[in-house]
């Protein structure tokens, strides 16, 4: 199971660490994504990372912004955001699968509750 957190409500500018956590060691065996849907729009591919490397692979909309990590002793991966903009204002959630990275959602067979992230500007 996944279970994200860390979401708010932050001014342009500022930064959020988003966690998810995962039971079972998932986070390292499976490779995890993380999304997110603003109203109105499709989900979308945020950033994402395998699980036999340290190295993130992420959307043009936040390269340079967002970092992916992950911690196996904590089974946990986080999302820290930096220089927000409203426009990064949507329900994020982290996904799981074991074959590799990819953009599509459909991609996933695990997914977590998301947790909302509101940048005002």
């Known amino acids: 199971q996944l279970q994200a957190s860390g979401g708010g409500l932050v001014q342009a500018g500022g930064s959020l660490s988003l966690s998810c956590a995962a039971s079972?060691?998932?986070?390292?065996?499976?490779?995890i994504a993380w999304f997110r849907q603003a109203p109105g729009k499709e989900r979308e591919f945020v950033a994402g990372i395998g699980w036999f490397t340290d190295q993130g692979e992420y959307s043009d909309s936040v390269k340079g912004r967002f970092t992916i990590s992950r911690d196996n002793a904590k089974n946990t991966v986080y999302l820290q955001m930096n220089s927000l903009k409203p426009e990064d204002t949507a329900v994020y959630y982290c996904?799981?699968?074991?074959?590799?990275?990819?953009?599509?959602?459909?991609?996933?067979?695990?997914w977590g509750r998301g947790t909302q992230v509101t940048v005002s500007s």
């Open positions: 079972g060691g998932i986070v390292s065996r499976y490779n």
């Open positions: 996904a799981a699968n074991r074959r590799s990275i990819v953009t599509s959602q459909s991609g996933y067979d695990q």
